[in-house]
């Protein structure tokens, strides 16, 4: 397996913006550098402060939020409750987040786990925050929103 990356870059950054996911829920966050070589800086959001007010006094600067991939997974409804006819009506798919089995690709979304093989909204990249990423865009394209996370959501 490829070795993954620490958080999200600056462009899958700005992607997970545009589907409203709230700045105050990143983890760390890049900075423009004042010194070559490097164009931006990965940075961590050290414990006891509060990100919200965090990034909200430092908008105008050039701060862009990051997310790791447990921030990331955090935001994330940790179940989706399909209320649709016919087989599916009732089901409950909890999320995953599982390598392929070729150990090559990372597969995130969401899985009826009594059988295991059922699944709904899933995405695949051989980068597993890149895979999250996806699933977020694919949640908000087909509801509009990213429901809230660690809870159950019914669709």
Known sequence: MMKQPTATNIEQSKRVLACGIDRSTADMYFSKATMPPAEYYLYPINDG?????????????DIIPSWSLAALISVLPSTITTDRRGDFK????????????????????????PENDYK??????????EAVVQLIETLYKEYGKIPEGGRRFLV
């Open 49 to 61: 402060i509060n990100a919200k007010e965090w990034f909200s006094v430092r908008t105008n600067r």
């Open 120 to 129: 709904y909204l899933t995405t695949s990249n051989e980068n597993a925050i």
């Open 90 to 113: 009732g089901r409950d798919y909890g999320f995953k987040l599982f390598p392929d089995v070729t150990a090559t690709w990372w597969l995130a979304g969401y899985v009826y786990e």
